[in-house]
């Protein structure tokens, strides 16, 4: 698998398990970045918090990011004005800019060496203007600092760009590393189950009165319904030495458009944005490598990777009550490609949730303003239906097929009416699995880009050995 930059530069401390029963005032699953920040908070506020982490301490998404702190979340504020009205969108605009200054301040007061440092965060076209002049003057009604302007930065033309000023970037491991240490956090403990008050987890049972889901995912199908609301979208990132120094952080609006920011030598270029099993053809990494050896034929390649996103249905986050049923529970989802800071602003806002009862942000995240109504019942038992007999031992397919599949590829291949996955390592070594995602029965479908089983339905991976990388499945695939 490839390795981003930040996780190749930090080593985080081992935590133990958890070694048995406890009861605390909050329990929060999972620790990446949304779930540490938001225990910070809430053991600032004087409460018992435990983080309880499957695997390591910042082991999920939080280490794929393009670490950009930003309100400028695309083409949204426009957007955000038709569908939702001005009160509401300026409550999502303030909520981020209040994010960015709670970083800002944090950083600041503990002396945190994170590589911080303020940038401006651009939009850009090289094809037309219109959609960001509408951006502009949407973001300038709800009291966001921005300019239009020309993108001379960039080794292209562009029509227009659009510059949004104070906002920033940073090492995100580093920052997520020193506010994690003085943190309760239990890891190598997987949450199995949540009922009421209690998580019971494969080391032993937490009760608590709040429960935060902070997990990229929700792991949970009922209540909530979170499958039904959300999609999963991956994009993929090269670290280039030896090529531009800019001073800005910039991200493309057109189809095929790049994101550039700088990281102290290196330049980050990232792009190839599909939704989550459809990359049956690959070529992202190539696309990207293309375009530096275009614009920086003198670049080195230090670093490539690929991150993965939770996309709402509206492109606002998911972040409060978990369902209407379960009063105590609270969630932080579907970050869209902005999971930075929407981890602040998630922190922010379930804090308030649980300590003052209220946030005044919570009308715009709530994840009640999609509610799920009774066509959920007919969809579970059209899914129960669908999947039924797809749990078949799985067989050796025909060896001529096997022996077709070039070495270093992967596919699907058929065998009396059914499917399996096969890999053949550059070795010709082979690895064959089941292609139904244990979720909830999708055919997978193979990503050459990152050697993977990527679920079309709800996003979730699987290495070629079946191993499970990113959920909601919470297991892993059968396999030979």
């Not at 562009?158 to 949004?164: T, W, Y």
């Not at 989550?276 to 003198?298: C, D, I, M």
């Not at 606002?316 to 929407?342: D, E």
């Not at 129960?384 to 590829?409: C, M, S, V």
Request: aromatic share 10%; hydrophobic share 35%; with cysteine.
């Amino acid at each position: 698998m490839n390795e981003s930059i930040w996780s190749k530069t930090v080593q985080f401390p081992e935590r133990p398990p958890l070694p048995g029963d406890l009861t605390a005032d909050a329990a929060v699953i999972g620790g990446g970045l949304a779930g540490v920040l938001t225990a910070h908070f809430l053991k600032g506020a004087g409460l018992r918090v435990v983080v309880l982490e499957e695997s390591r301490v910042g082991s999920g998404q939080t280490k794929n990011t393009t670490a950009k702190i930003t309100s400028q979340h695309g083409l949204i504020y426009h957007r955000l004005l038709e569908q939702i009205g001005e009160e509401r969108a300026r409550q999502y605009a303030e909520a981020n800019q209040r994010a960015i200054e709670e970083y800002r301040t944090l950083i600041a007061e503990r002396r945190m060496e994170c590589d911080f440092a303020e940038a401006p965060a651009y939009l850009y076209s090289t094809a037309e203007r219109e959609s960001l002049e509408q951006e502009f003057k949407a973001a300038r009604l709800l009291g966001i600092d921005a300019a239009l302007c020309d993108g001379a930065e960039l080794p292209f033309p562009v029509a227009a760009a659009l510059r949004f000023d104070r906002q920033a970037r940073f090492h995100p491991m580093k920052f997520l590393r020193t506010v994690a240490e003085p943190l309760e956090i239990y890891e190598r403990t997987a949450v199995q189950s949540v009922e009421g008050n209690r998580l019971q987890t494969d080391r032993g049972t937490v009760t608590a009165r709040h429960i935060v889901f902070a997990t990229h995912y929700p792991f949970l199908n009922v209540p909530g319904y979170y499958f039904m609301r959300m999609h999963q979208e991956r994009s993929y990132v090269l670290a280039l030495e030896n090529a531009a120094q800019l001073a800005g952080m910039y991200l493309g609006i057109d189809e095929d458009g790049l994101s550039l920011r700088p990281q102290g030598d290196l330049l980050l270029l990232g792009g190839g944005n599909h939704r989550t099993g459809e990359n049956s053809a690959g070529g992202q990494y190539r696309k990207l490598r293309e375009a530096a050896r275009r614009y920086w034929p003198e670049s080195r390649e230090a670093a490539a990777w690929s991150a993965q996103d939770c996309m709402t249905l509206d492109g606002v986050p998911y972040i409060g009550r978990f369902s209407s049923s379960t009063p105590n529970w609270y969630v932080a989802t579907g970050f869209q490609k902005w999971g930075m800071t929407s981890s602040m602003v998630s922190a922010l806002l379930l804090t308030d949730l649980i300590v003052k009862g209220e946030s005044p942000w919570e009308a715009a995240f709530t994840p009640q303003r999609f509610e799920p109504t009774a066509s959920a019942k007919a969809l579970m038992q059209e899914t129960a239906q669908a999947t039924k007999g797809l749990a078949r031992k799985l067989f050796t397919p025909p060896r001529a097929d096997i022996e077709a599949l070039p070495n270093g590829h992967g596919g699907v291949v058929e065998y009396d009416g059914d499917k399996v996955g096969v890999y053949k390592d550059n070795s010709g070594e082979v690895f064959i699995v089941s292609i139904r995602c244990p979720h909830l029965g999708c055919q997978l479908e193979w990503n050459p880009d990152e050697k993977s089983w990527d679920c079309p339905c709800h996003g979730s991976r699987f290495d070629y050995r079946g191993n499970l990388i990113d959920n909601p499945a919470q297991k892993g695939l059968e396999h030979e």
